[in-house]
């Protein structure tokens, strides 16, 4: 049974919330990742930013990215998996939640970030056509 941790890229950094776009745009360059969690003073997953969330909720609406808080780009719920869930599990997560990548926590730490390109070279096929499938759905 594959699980998680299996599937997932290692390493993956936060953005602190206090920070800002600017600093997550600064990151995400430096690491060449198109998402970061973003994690509270308390080192919790608050949620992802993504290239996109930067370019439409931030250049696109006109805000200084170098004063734009990153922490108020989480969105409502923060998704994660778990680094010993099964494949299916993360299957699952993604399609209910609609996310095209999860930050991938063991207990309370942040162990890596798994993506739809992840699945994609991992699993069988047909379970990465269901998943971009269910992505794809209005």
Do not use: Y
Request: contains cysteine; aromatic residues 0%; hydrophobic residues 40%.
């Amino acid at each position: 049974m594959t699980i998680a941790r299996e599937i997932m890229t290692g390493g993956a950094q936060c953005v602190r919330s206090d920070e800002t776009a600017g600093d997550a745009a600064r990151l995400m360059k430096e690491t060449g990742v198109g998402a970061l969690p973003i994690c509270g003073p308390d080192n919790k997953i608050k949620g992802v930013v993504t290239d996109r969330d930067l370019v439409v909720k931030v250049l696109g609406a006109g805000r200084d990215p170098a004063e734009f808080p990153a922490g108020s780009l989480n969105q409502a719920e923060a998704v994660t998996i778990g680094a010993d869930d099964t494949a299916e599990e993360v299957l699952e997560t993604m399609s209910q939640h609609q996310v095209r990548r999860l930050p991938v926590i063991d207990g309370d730490q942040l162990v890596g970030m798994v993506a739809v390109a992840d699945v994609a070279r991992t699993l069988p096929h047909p379970d990465t056509g269901q998943l971009v499938e269910s992505l794809s759905a209005d």
